[in-house]
């Protein structure tokens, strides 16, 4: 029988999405690839469609009349926005949640509230709506905590603070519009130590299939200083889990995706858990509703699964048919950024050597922040720039080879971080 191509809209612009798309391109069941709103590797791939990615009637009106047979969200906006309920209003596949159950990222509390319900280990809470209470419950504390508005604000509005007088100002930030309205509602919670580990998850509202584990860099520079960013390099596996922990932090996808079940909320698309590795064993930092960025860059990479064919089933309930395996190879990716970043930085530079990164063994580069110009040039376009990535049979070797193809890629302003997977070399007892 002849395979079924289907047409595909991808949301979204970043290295998360052109990971997504590369994946998806290569299914047998690939018909025409748009994207909305794209980067410069992803036009390589597909057309733009000219749609806003967050406005959802329009996203489920241009679908239905140009015969798109699954749209696939990349980022949280249009999730919160709920485009895949429009989308599937209008009878259309979707790879996404709805934005009911896509509360689980846009808002911090309903999250804690279900991982209270489903009895998930996650750092205590209170959560308040006037400063003042909230001062004084930080003042009760008396240590280290952390702030979080209760909204998307973007990757920020998160104040991991040191003492009380850091966790008043950013109670402060909060309250005064600093993160907009996510700020309305703060979330302040006890401060948990330990190695990051994210687990992502593919899931049709029953079954839940759990992805290779990752972990992200989310400092500037290297030794894990300077400001937070939306991450600068990423792995995958993760090397320095404990027995059991992998199957605990499983454990608690499934129990979520159970518990939303119960309170009449199908969760569809990919769940992201966020654990801290503490000596209690892993607790949740946060879920987000979407793939990670750059977790995917690492983790698609290793998937050997028709993507087209599981991002179906999640929408419509199959996914314990579909067949995911993985290889034991490992995936490193190293974040090339425009100098600045995460401040300010320029533009427009052109970028030349990713043909001659690409030709390495095992080296994928996944554009970010890229447009093209008229000629077919790549440019800077963003802070986060390109996401070199690298599969090899070890670690050591994935690390060194996607080095060595950032080597071959030159833009003016070029930074990048010298230390992704270091830590993981290191061991569990030296982190
Ligand atoms: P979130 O967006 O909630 O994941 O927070 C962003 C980052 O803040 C996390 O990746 C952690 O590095 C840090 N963080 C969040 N919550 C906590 C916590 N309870 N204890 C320590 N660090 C945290
Ligand atoms: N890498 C963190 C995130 O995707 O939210």
């Not at 069941?29 to 909305?36: I, N, P």
Request: negative net charge; glycine residues 12%.
């Amino acid at each position: 029988m002849a395979i079924e191509k289907i047409d595909i809209l991808l949301l979204g612009a970043g290295g998360r999405e052109h990971a997504l798309l590369k994946k998806l391109s290569e299914s047998p069941r690939a018909g025409k690839l748009w994207v909305a709103p794209g980067n410069g590797g992803m036009l390589q791939l597909a057309d733009v469609a000219p749609v806003n990615q967050e406005d959802a009637a329009g996203v489920a009106a241009w679908a239905a009349a140009n015969g798109i047979g699954l749209v696939a969200i990349g980022p949280e906006a249009p999730l919160v926005a709920g485009v895949g309920d429009a989308v599937r209003a209008a009878g259309i596949p979707c790879f996404g949640p709805n934005g009911n159950a896509a509360q689980m990222e846009g808002s911090k509390k309903f999250a804690k509230e279900v991982m209270a319900r489903a009895n998930v280990p996650t750092a205590s809470y209170q959560s308040f709506t006037d400063e003042a209470a909230a001062a004084d419950y930080v003042r009760q504390l008396g240590g280290p905590c952390v702030v979080k508005a209760d909204g998307l604000a973007a990757g920020k509005g998160v104040i991991v603070a040191a003492n009380t007088e850091e966790a008043l100002a950013g109670l402060h930030e909060c309250f005064t519009g600093a993160f907009g309205d996510a700020g309305n509602l703060v979330v302040v919670e006890e401060m948990l130590e330990g190695p990051e580990c994210s687990l992502l998850a593919l899931t049709d509202g029953t079954t839940v299939v759990p992805l290779a584990t990752s972990q992200d860099h989310k400092r500037a520079l290297d030794g894990d200083l300077g400001p937070n960013t939306g991450g600068m390099g990423v792995y995958s596996p993760v090397p320095i889990l404990l027995d059991g922990e992998l199957e605990q932090m499983s454990a608690v996808m499934q129990r979520v995706v159970d518990q939303l079940r119960a309170d009449g909320i199908t969760y569809s698309g990919c769940l992201y858990g966020g654990f801290m590795l503490t000596k209690d064993g892993p607790k949740v930092l946060e879920f987000n509703a979407r793939f990670g960025d750059p977790e995917t860059q690492v983790v698609l990479p290793r998937m050997k699964a028709d993507l087209v064919e599981a991002f179906l089933a999640c929408d419509n309930g199959t996914l314990a048919d579909v067949d995911i395996a993985w290889g034991d190879d490992w995936a490193v990716s190293v974040v090339l950024t425009s100098a600045g970043y995460p401040g300010s930085y320029e533009k427009g530079k052109v970028i030349t050597g990713i043909a001659d990164a690409e030709a390495m063994e095992g080296v994928t580069v996944y554009h970010a922040g890229t447009a093209l110009d008229a000629e077919g040039n790549v440019l800077t376009a963003g802070g986060r720039v390109l996401d070199v990535t690298a599969v090899a049979p070890t670690f050591e070797a994935a690390r060194a080879q996607a080095y060595a193809a950032c080597d071959k890629i030159d833009f003016e302003g070029k930074t990048f971080r010298t230390d992704i997977g270091l830590k993981a070399i290191l061991g569990r007892e030296n982190l």
